[in-house]
């Protein structure tokens, strides 16, 4: 019996068909590609390399953190404030005061002065005080808390009689006098308006300064601060002020003052007799450097000269 071929049986060669028609395929479609659609493919792809990498060349580059540099901080050695109770010399708005000074300079938190402070600060019958209270939820209420238990009786009262009463002293500055006006209005009385504190403090200073503030208007008690200090100045070139030399006196007596006559007019030695020595300055025990004594310490002493 004669072999059956793959034609005979009617089989059909598929695989080997179907693999010479993809090849075929292939072949087909690379030959569509014209080489000059070739070379425009590249330069599109090569442009948009390109604008791809000047991009990313033109993007900011990322922060980089640098190295952590420790901050040095001064190490002070400051005495803790203490308080001792309703027997203590300080006042209660003196001792806050300091107890704010304090945990400025030692950088403290609230919690570090709450919780580590207070209890080496308040001593005797301040102590036996805080152990009593119940924690403490902040600082204004540490302070308010405070301020109940140790200021005075009718604290509030007192002190606004005290600012009625509070004058300056003839041997008060009156820059010093106004700082002074200025802390205890804190105290006293911090809601109230600028100008009933300015004019407190221009009723009450020393009858001196009085002339220089009449009829003047101050925005606040800083603004006459401020012009204290103008006044003061003043106050000092009236001390050096110096008669001019009579006539007889000069080189050039045509220039000096003669008053009409060589005898009319107050002189040297008698202007002298009334301020104090022979050139008429002012008696380093007068009123007048009394009163600004303390502003300027370093003034220069005016000893009397033998008559």
Same mark, same amino acid.
């Given at each position: 019996m004669a072999p059956t071929t793959r034609r005979e049986t009617g089989e059909k060669e598929e695989p080997q068909g179907s693999g010479g028609d993809s090849a075929a395929a292939a072949q087909e479609a690379a030959g569509q590609l014209q080489p000059a659609d070739l070379a425009s493919m590249m330069r599109q792809m090569t442009g948009m390399f390109a604008e791809m990498t000047r991009m990313l060349g033109s993007a900011p580059a990322a922060p980089t953190a640098g190295p952590v540099v420790p901050v040095s901080k001064p190490r002070l050695n400051i005495e803790v404030p203490s308080y001792s109770g309703y027997g203590d010399v300080k006042s209660v708005c003196e001792y806050l005061q300091q107890l704010d000074s304090y945990q400025t300079a030692v950088g403290a938190s609230d919690d570090d002065v709450l919780r580590q402070v207070l209890p080496v600060a308040l001593v005797?019958?301040?102590?036996?005080? !805080?152990?009593?209270?119940?924690?403490? =939820? @902040?600082?204004?209420d540490f302070k308010d808390r405070f301020r109940a238990e140790f200021l005075p009786p009718d604290y509030e009262h007192r002190m606004r009689d005290e600012l009625a009463l509070r004058t300056q002293h003839p041997e008060e500055s009156l820059l010093e006098y106004v700082r002074a006006m200025q802390e205890l209005y804190e105290r006293a009385d911090p809601e109230a308006a600028d100008a009933v504190k300015v004019a407190r403090v221009c009723r009450q200073c020393?009858?001196?300064?009085?002339?220089?503030?009449?009829?003047?208007?101050?925005?606040?008690?800083?603004?006459?601060?401020?012009?204290?200090?103008?006044?003061?100045?003043?106050?000092?070139?009236?001390?050096?002020? !110096?008669?001019?030399?009579?006539?007889? =006196? @000069?080189?050039?007596?045509?220039?000096?003052?003669?008053?009409?006559?060589?005898?009319?007019g107050p002189t040297n030695s008698s202007v002298g007799s009334n301020a104090g020595d022979g050139r008429g300055r002012q008696d380093e025990s007068s009123p007048l450097v009394l009163v600004l004594s303390q502003a300027w310490p370093l003034l220069p002493s005016m000893p009397r000269e033998n008559a």
């Open positions: 005797g019958s301040a102590a036996r005080w !805080r152990r009593c209270q119940p924690a403490f =939820e @902040s600082m204004a020393h009858p001196r300064f009085r002339p220089y503030l009449r009829g003047r208007s101050f925005r606040n008690l800083e603004a006459l601060a401020q012009e204290a200090r103008v006044i003061q100045a003043d106050l000092l070139a009236e001390l050096h002020y !110096r008669l001019p030399p009579r006539p007889e =006196e @000069s080189l050039e007596p045509g220039c000096a003052w003669s008053g009409g006559g060589a005898d009319n």
